[in-house]
């Protein structure tokens, strides 16, 4: 790293625009090998900017980062493929910066960014879905560390995962918040058991995690002991940022698709489904101005609440037009790519066929929180209605009915 | 640069002013009143809101007695206004007929005009349909030679206040523009009965008045269809003040009306409704605030912005006031409570300056989407 642009003044756009050229400079992007240009972007703390020095960031500016890879991009440099690497970036690490050890972070966080390490997210079990904090895999004190046993569901990309961050039950007599512990799971323990889980495109996106007697030393766990709770909303609320937040150039996602998919063949279109194709298109565009407008408040300093809006919005717009674009293609729209069994490594809305769209944009309202979860969020955090009536607050978690 | 979708402090500070004006003046029952009494504006506001807080003269250059502002300011200020559904000619006056002014030729007849409708001692409008859209052929309805105007212009917004008229006329050589003296005996204007009670409209009628040419064959229609996307793009904003203040006070409202011994609001179903109507108000403002900003530095985006802004914000305005109505319940129905001035201000609006259909229309080809064939 250059010496001539280390003191915290020069953490402006110039500033870091130098710095990513001086890096350039020196790690040619067309002769570095991608894993080692990666691990050295990490090292002079232009993976995430806004990380603190020494765990890939500079402690800038988030809002900064758009300067950094924009520079990275024009060089032609490599990414790190965050698609396949979404849960890592998205809700891990935050998790693992806000509530980890020292050792913790400096282990996880390197491989984790550089993609060298995948990670999945072991929280949803098939009676602990909306209602998380009723998980109820067991994790028992052993020596210095964890047993654990119980069933997660529902787990994207477990097959791949070297790492998952867990959410088990450590103490069933205490109220269902409170007798949580979060950990760092690995995913090669002879415990761990992954299958397939076939979803509604035919494919296995998603598996069926059984945890059996695995063992987790007490040097992964993250946060105190009857913390998890605490660990775990850090996590989702990283998780609604990471699924609706991305910036995005005007038809950007399947509004792009679909416009294109009716610019070649207006003769599957009539004047009823114009004025549909438009509304839709112009709340798409509203919503990608939103992302905007939210990203301001972010980097102005006062974050508004309308990211919750972003993910509601995301979900209703990606199964509206992905239905609309079947009925567009008409005959064609019949037919399906293919329903074999296959387990993927990333999710690519546009790589398939439209059928595939329309049936995985069904996801888009359930994961990471359904649609009616998020309505309730806003209505209670944002508009300050009153929350619903509840009887499982204050009962033992293992009284609870179920 | 990128634009600017936040509000900037002095816009801040200004819609704080506007805002506290209108509070003090204008609250729901004041409008109500008015309503009640057949009063179809309030002239004090207006004359207020012109030489006090200067909201008529925003966009109007210092030289022009202006105070140099864009249309970002003039939006913020229809944002508040709408929130109140104040009853002042801003639409007609402030907005159309002030930005057809803006874009004809500098003179001393327009100049003049312009000076005097910027610091409220005249009021104007543009004598168009309110329903007209951009993108549409220059209007026939009124006929120009030798400086005199013939021909009529129904259900034209504020006309009955304006003192003065900016006028589309088709003329031996083509599209122009005049400003007509409303006091002129040939001319009349006849207020007729608005569905929107707070923003009157007029049938208006020239019988071969004398009037001022402002832009000639070369100049006219553009003008006139950059006014009118002017009025749209600023009608959005309008629009999110009236869907904003639907929200609130149906919020309001459900937090202490009790049934079956609850709070109203305490139901999942209505409160997944106000949920949706806030989802849709975020997306709106993003839409209303590029659609200002991108007016406001005469943006080759403008027209794209101004048509997702009017298409969007207008459907949003009206289901949050649809919303806002039915979920007040019988005291929604009734005349005495304000919700209805919401709703026919955003039923009215959502057919002003350009339906989302009309719009969907106009904006498809910018964007390369073209109807079916
Ligand atoms: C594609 C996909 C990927 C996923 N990936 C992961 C992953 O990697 N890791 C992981 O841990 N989980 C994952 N999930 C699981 C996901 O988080 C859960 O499915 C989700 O939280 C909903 O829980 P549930 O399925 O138990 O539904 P339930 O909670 O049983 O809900 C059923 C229905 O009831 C509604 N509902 C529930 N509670 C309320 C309420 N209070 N008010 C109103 N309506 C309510 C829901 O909205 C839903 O419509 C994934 C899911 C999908 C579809």
Same mark, same amino acid.
């Given at each position: 790293?250059?010496?001539?642009?280390?003191?915290?003044?020069?953490?402006?756009?110039?500033?870091?625009?130098?710095?990513?050229?001086?890096?350039?400079?020196?790690n040619d992007p067309a002769t570095t090998d991608r894993g080692e240009f990666l691990r050295a972007r990490f090292d002079a703390g232009l993976a995430w900017v806004h990380y603190p020095?020494?765990?890939?960031?500079?402690?800038?500016?988030?809002?900064?980062?758009?300067?950094?890879?924009?520079?990275?991009?024009?060089?032609?440099?490599?990414?790190?493929?965050?698609?396949?690497?979404?849960?890592?970036?998205?809700?891990?690490?935050?998790?693992?910066?806000?509530?980890?050890?020292?050792?913790?972070?400096?282990?996880?966080?390197?491989?984790?960014?550089?993609?060298?390490?995948?990670?999945?997210?072991?929280?949803?079990?098939?009676?602990?879905?909306?209602?998380?904090?009723?998980? /109820?895999?067991?994790?028992?004190?052993?020596?210095?560390?964890?047993?654990?046993? /119980?069933?997660?569901?529902?787990?994207?990309?477990?097959?791949?995962?070297?790492w998952a961050i867990l959410l088990t039950r450590t103490d069933p007599d205490a109220p269902k918040h409170k007798g949580m512990s979060y950990f760092v799971c690995d995913m090669t323990?002879?415990?761990?058991?992954?299958?397939?889980?076939?979803?509604?495109?035919?494919?296995?996106?998603?598996?069926?995690?059984?945890?059996?007697?695995?063992?987790?030393?007490?040097?992964?766990?993250?946060?105190?002991?009857?913390?998890?709770?605490?660990?775990?909303?850090?996590?989702?609320?990283?998780?609604?940022?990471?699924?609706?937040?991305?910036?995005?150039?005007?038809?950007?996602?399947?509004?792009?698709?679909?416009?294109?998919?009716?610019?070649?063949?207006?003769?599957?279109?009539?004047?009823?489904?114009?004025?549909?194709?438009?509304?839709?298109?112009?709340?798409?565009?509203?919503?990608?101005?939103?992302?905007?407008?939210?990203?301001?408040?972010?980097?102005?300093?006062?974050?508004?609440?309308?990211?919750?809006?972003?993910?509601?919005?995301?979900?209703?717009?990606?199964?509206?037009?992905?239905?609309?674009?079947?009925?567009?293609?008409?005959?064609?729209?019949?037919?399906?790519?293919?329903?074999?069994?296959?387990?993927?490594?990333?999710?690519?809305?546009?790589?398939?066929?439209?059928?595939?769209?329309?049936?995985?944009?069904?996801?888009?309202?359930?994961?990471?929180?359904?649609?009616?979860?998020?309505?309730?969020?806003?209505?209670?955090?944002?508009?300050?209605?009153?929350?619903?009536?509840?009887?499982?607050?204050?009962?033992?978690?293992?009284?609870?009915?179920? | 640069?990128?634009?600017? %979708? %936040?509000?900037?402090?002095?816009?801040?500070?200004?819609?704080?002013?506007?805002?506290?004006?209108?509070? =003090?003046?204008?609250?729901?029952?004041?409008?109500?009143?008015?309503?009640?009494?057949?009063?179809?504006?309030?002239?004090?506001?207006?004359?207020?809101?012109?030489?006090?807080?200067?909201?008529?003269?925003?966009?109007?250059?210092?030289?022009?007695?202006?105070?140099?502002?864009?249309?970002?300011?003039?939006?913020?200020?229809?944002?508040?206004?709408?929130?109140?559904?104040?009853?002042?000619?801003?639409?007609?006056?402030?907005?159309?007929?002030?930005?057809?002014?803006?874009?004809?030729?500098?003179?001393?007849?327009?100049?003049?005009?312009?000076?005097?409708?910027?610091?409220?001692?005249?009021?104007?409008?543009?004598?168009?349909?309110?329903?007209?859209?951009?993108?549409?052929?220059?209007?026939?309805a009124v006929r120009a030679g030798e400086g005199r105007l013939s021909g009529s212009v129904r259900t034209v917004a504020d006309g009955a206040s304006a003192d003065c008229l900016i006028?589309?006329?088709?003329?031996?050589?083509?599209?122009?523009?005049?400003?007509? =003296?409303?006091?002129?005996?040939?001319?009349?204007?006849?207020?007729?009965?608005?569905? =929107?009670?707070?923003?009157?409209?007029?049938?208006?009628?020239?019988?071969?008045?004398?009037?001022?040419?402002?832009? =000639?064959?070369?100049?006219?229609?553009?003008?006139?269809?950059?006014?009118?996307?002017?009025?749209?793009?600023?009608?959005?904003?309008?629009?999110?003040?009236?869907?904003?203040?639907?929200?609130?006070?149906?919020?309001?409202?459900?937090?202490?009306?009790?049934?079956?011994?609850?709070?109203?609001?305490?139901?999942?179903? %209505?409160?997944?409704?106000?949920?949706?109507?806030?989802?849709?108000?975020?997306?709106?403002?993003?839409?209303?605030?590029?659609?200002?900003?991108?007016?406001?530095?005469?943006?080759?985006?403008?027209?794209?912005?101004?048509?997702?802004?009017?298409?969007?914000?207008?459907?949003?305005?009206?289901?949050?006031?649809?919303?806002?109505?039915?979920?007040?319940?019988?005291?929604?129905?009734?005349?005495?409570?304000?919700?209805?001035?919401?709703?026919?201000?955003?039923?009215?609006?959502?057919?002003?300056?350009?339906?989302?259909?009309?719009?969907?229309?106009?904006?498809?080809?910018?964007?390369?989407?073209?109807?079916?064939?």
């Amino acid at each position: 790293m250059s010496e001539s642009v280390t003191d915290t003044a020069e953490l402006d756009a110039e500033g870091l625009r130098s710095r990513t050229r001086e890096f350039l400079a020196s790690n040619d992007p067309a002769t570095t090998d991608r894993g080692e240009f990666l691990r050295a972007r990490f090292d002079a703390g232009l993976a995430w900017v806004h990380y603190p020095e020494g765990l890939g960031g500079l402690g800038a500016p988030r809002a900064l980062q758009s300067v950094v890879d924009a520079e990275l991009e024009a060089a032609g440099a490599p990414d790190n493929e965050p698609s396949r690497i979404g849960i890592g970036l998205g809700m891990a690490a935050p998790t693992i910066l806000a509530f980890g050890t020292d050792e913790q972070k400096q282990r996880f966080l390197r491989p984790l960014w550089t993609g060298d390490e995948v990670w999945c997210q072991l929280f949803s079990e098939p009676g602990a879905g909306s209602d998380l904090a009723s998980v /109820g895999t067991r994790a028992e004190r052993e020596g210095d560390g964890w047993r654990v046993t /119980g069933q997660k569901v529902w787990t994207s990309s477990a097959h791949n995962a070297r790492w998952a961050i867990l959410l088990t039950r450590t103490d069933p007599d205490a109220p269902k918040h409170k007798g949580m512990s979060y950990f760092v799971c690995d995913m090669t323990d002879p415990g761990v058991e992954v299958r397939p889980l076939r979803q509604i495109t035919g494919e296995a996106e998603f598996n069926e995690v059984f945890l059996n007697e695995a063992w987790i030393p007490d040097s992964n766990r993250l946060g105190e002991v009857g913390e998890g709770w605490r660990v775990a909303q850090t996590t989702l609320m990283n998780e609604r940022v990471a699924i609706g937040g991305r910036p995005m150039p005007r038809e950007g996602g399947m509004s792009g698709v679909v416009a294109d998919t009716w610019r070649k063949r207006p003769e599957g279109a009539d004047a009823a489904t114009y004025d549909r194709l438009m509304a839709l298109w112009v709340e798409a565009e509203a919503l990608r101005l939103a992302g905007k407008r939210l990203g301001q408040q972010l980097a102005a300093g006062s974050p508004g609440p309308e990211g919750s809006a972003m993910k509601l919005g995301f979900a209703r717009l990606s199964q509206e037009l992905s239905g609309l674009e079947l009925e567009l293609l008409g005959q064609e729209g019949l037919r399906y790519d293919d329903w074999s069994l296959r387990r993927p490594e990333t999710v690519n809305f546009t790589g398939r066929t439209a059928g595939y769209r329309y049936l995985r944009a069904k996801g888009n309202s359930i994961e990471g929180g359904t649609s009616e979860v998020l309505r309730n969020i806003i209505a209670e955090r944002v508009l300050g209605l009153p929350a619903e009536a509840r009887a499982d607050k204050d009962v033992p978690w293992k009284d609870l009915p179920r | 640069m990128s634009p600017n %979708l %936040l509000y900037s402090t002095e816009e801040q500070d200004l819609r704080a002013s506007v805002r506290d004006l209108l509070t =003090d003046r204008c609250p729901p029952e004041r409008v109500l009143e008015r309503c009640e009494e057949g009063e179809t504006g309030d002239p004090a506001l207006w004359h207020t809101l012109a030489t006090q807080l200067g909201a008529t003269s925003l966009h109007v250059p210092d030289e022009l007695g202006g105070q140099g502002a864009s249309v970002r300011e003039v939006a913020v200020v229809a944002e508040e206004l709408g929130r109140f559904v104040a009853p002042v000619p801003f639409l007609g006056s402030a907005v159309l007929a002030t930005s057809a002014l803006l874009g004809c030729r500098a003179g001393q007849q327009r100049d003049a005009v312009l000076a005097d409708v910027a610091a409220g001692n005249r009021t104007a409008t543009l004598v168009v349909p309110l329903s007209s859209c951009v993108g549409g052929s220059f209007p026939t309805a009124v006929r120009a030679g030798e400086g005199r105007l013939s021909g009529s212009v129904r259900t034209v917004a504020d006309g009955a206040s304006a003192d003065c008229l900016i006028v589309p006329a088709r003329g031996a050589d083509g599209p122009e523009l005049y400003v007509v =003296d409303a006091a002129e005996g040939r001319v009349a204007v006849d207020a007729v009965t608005s569905f =929107d009670i707070t923003r009157p409209v007029s049938d208006v009628e020239f019988d071969d008045v004398a009037g001022v040419r402002i832009a =000639d064959p070369d100049l006219a229609a553009t003008v006139l269809d950059d006014a009118v996307r002017t009025g749209a793009g600023v009608l959005a904003s309008e629009q999110v003040g009236v869907a904003e203040w639907c929200l609130d006070s149906t919020v309001e409202y459900l937090k202490q009306r009790y049934q079956f011994g609850r709070a109203l609001a305490s139901y999942q179903a %209505l409160k997944h409704r106000l949920a949706d109507l806030w989802y849709e108000l975020v997306v709106a403002r993003a839409a209303a605030r590029y659609a200002a900003d991108q007016l406001a530095t005469a943006s080759d985006d403008a027209p794209v912005a101004v048509g997702v802004a009017q298409s969007l914000c207008a459907r949003v305005a009206r289901h949050a006031a649809e919303e806002c109505v039915q979920l007040h319940g019988g005291i929604g129905m009734t005349w005495e409570h304000p919700a209805h001035l919401y709703l026919k201000r955003a039923k009215a609006d959502e057919i002003a300056l350009g339906s989302p259909s009309a719009h969907h229309g106009v904006l498809g080809p910018l964007v390369d989407l073209h109807p079916a064939p």
